[in-house]
T-cell receptor, first 115, second 112 residues
């Protein structure tokens, strides 16, 4: 069964609006969640590591004021793309660490299109 | 230079064929290695971890050559359902729980 869910699966918005994406761990507590972005025909790139109860750790080149991450509970992390622009259109995927071998499992992703 | 490099393909093979994908990584300190499978417009799913001694899971065989910083995936007796993009993934961590570096993937299409 699924380990992690994301909502929404698809969102289309106007330039300048903010979009919130939710990532939930299913039936277990995740103190750490990861947020990735994938542009067409490119590799997944880690944006940030979300830590429950503390600030997220952002990768180099990712603007923390533009991509707000909140990990307020052990089962939910949210990514808010603030003042979205067309160049933010991408596939956003979260992941969690789960299982006896500490493997990363990915959510189904959110496809964002900014008009 | 990219952390992980793969031949993007596409590889178009008939059902039943054997196909091999290769991948090279730039960080010699890498500790964990994986192959993920990604279907079109879906999330990546772990196919198998890659161990130094090489490992096999049914029709899939993975090999690691640390000296050459090279990873391979062999698929035998290809099925239509194998059609997907195969991602080579490397991590500097022992468990691969953090810091995953993804290749851009190799697209495979299995033809009836």
């Amino acid at each position: 069964g699924a380990v992690v869910s994301q909502h929404p699966s698809r969102v289309i918005c106007k330039s300048g609006t903010s979009v919130k994406i939710e990532c939930r761990s299913l039936d277990f507590q995740a103190t750490t969640m990861f947020w990735y972005r994938q542009f067409p025909k490119q590799s997944l790139m880690l944006m940030a590591t979300s830590n429950e109860g503390s600030k997220a750790t952002y990768e180099q080149g990712v603007e923390k004021d533009k991509f707000l991450i909140n990990h307020a509970s052990l089962t939910l992390s949210t990514l808010t793309v603030t003042s979205a622009h067309p160049e933010d259109s991408s596939f956003y995927i979260c992941s969690v660490i789960w299982g006896a071998r500490d493997e990363q499992f990915f959510g189904p992703g959110t496809r964002l299109t900014v008009l | 230079r990219k952390e992980v490099e793969q031949d993007p393909g596409p590889f178009n093979v008939p059902e039943g064929a054997t196909v091999a994908f290769n991948c090279t990584y730039s960080n010699s300190a890498s500790q964990s290695f994986f192959w993920y499978r990604q279907d079109c417009r879906k999330e990546p799913k772990l196919l198998m971890s890659v161990y130094s001694s090489g490992n096999e899971d049914g029709r899939f065989t993975a090999q690691l050559n640390r000296a050459s910083q090279y990873i391979s995936l062999l698929i035998r007796d290809s099925k239509l359902s194998d059609s997907a993009t195969y991602l080579c993934v490397v991590s500097p961590d022992q468990t691969g729980a953090n810091n995953l570096f993804f290749g851009t993937g190799t697209r495979l299409t299995v033809i009836p």
